[in-house]
């Protein structure tokens, strides 16, 4: 599995945008970018995946550029239930079984 | 929306003794899954089920781990001999299989051992 490299902590305020971005140099040609969220005391949730270009869903959107070295995962709006730990995995989840590594992940404050 | 279920959402115990979590997975999921993640510290995988088999486990997954899945519904987590560092959330998450992706995970069952 790729290394990724996602900043520790974030900080923003209700209202806005966040982008948190992630890097992955290693990414394999079969490796697809996931992110998850997890809230305190909860297991984390898949919020979204791509392979390249861009994907939206009604949560997030995820930007890859053409290299795929790096994505950012774009949260509109946010708001205090935003505020949570967000991962970046690498691997190849086209499907079938997929163990998580989770690395430290980015810990979102939305702040009012 | 179908949920993977855990019980207890706390248990207590002594070092030393035996301990089991409980799973319900979500019903027509094929891959299972543990993992666990010590306070203020990151997600770890302990081990993945398929087709009544162990598929992977990790360094941590010793000879005091054990998994099984007893019936159609549930999956369960044996820790034989508790120690001091097995206290963390003990995560169980399930996976449809084929095409599909995303992994559901539990809420959650806390372990403390004294």
């Known amino acids: 599995l790729a290394k990724t490299t996602q900043p520790i902590s974030m900080d923003s305020y209700e209202g806005q945008e966040v982008n948190i971005t992630c890097s992955h140099n290693?990414?394999?040609?079969?490796?697809?970018i996931t992110w998850y969220q997890q809230f305190p005391s909860q297991g984390p949730r898949f919020i979204i995946q791509?392979?390249?270009t861009k994907v939206t869903n009604e949560v997030a959107s995820l930007f890859i550029p053409a290299d795929r070295k790096s994505s950012t995962l774009s949260l509109p709006r946010v708001s205090l239930s935003d505020t949570a730990v967000y991962y970046c995995?690498?691997?190849?989840?086209?499907?079938?079984?997929?163990?998580?590594?989770f690395g430290a992940g980015t810990r979102l404050a939305v702040h009012p | 929306e179908p949920e993977v279920t855990q019980t207890p959402s706390h248990q207590v115990t002594q070092m030393g003794q035996e301990v089991i979590l409980r799973c319900v997975p979500i019903?027509?999921?094929?891959?299972f899954y543990w993992y666990r993640q010590i306070l203020g510290q990151k997600v770890e995988f302990l081990v993945s089920?398929?087709?009544?088999?162990?598929?992977?486990k990790s360094e941590i997954f010793d000879d005091q781990f054990s998994v099984e899945r007893p019936d159609g519904s549930n999956f369960t987590l044996k820790i034989r001999s508790t120690k001091l560092e097995d206290s963390a959330m003990y995560f169980c998450?399930?996976?449809?299989?084929?095409?599909?992706?995303?992994?559901?995970f539990g809420p959650g069952t806390r372990l403390t051992v004294t």
């Open positions: 019903s027509n999921h094929l891959y």
């Open positions: 089920f398929y087709n009544n088999e162990i598929s992977e």
């Open positions: 290693n990414i394999a040609t079969n490796d697809y």
């Open positions: 995995l690498v691997g190849a989840f086209s499907g079938g079984y997929n163990k998580l590594i």
């Open positions: 791509g392979y390249k």
């Open positions: 998450a399930s996976i449809a299989g084929g095409s599909s992706y995303e992994q559901y």
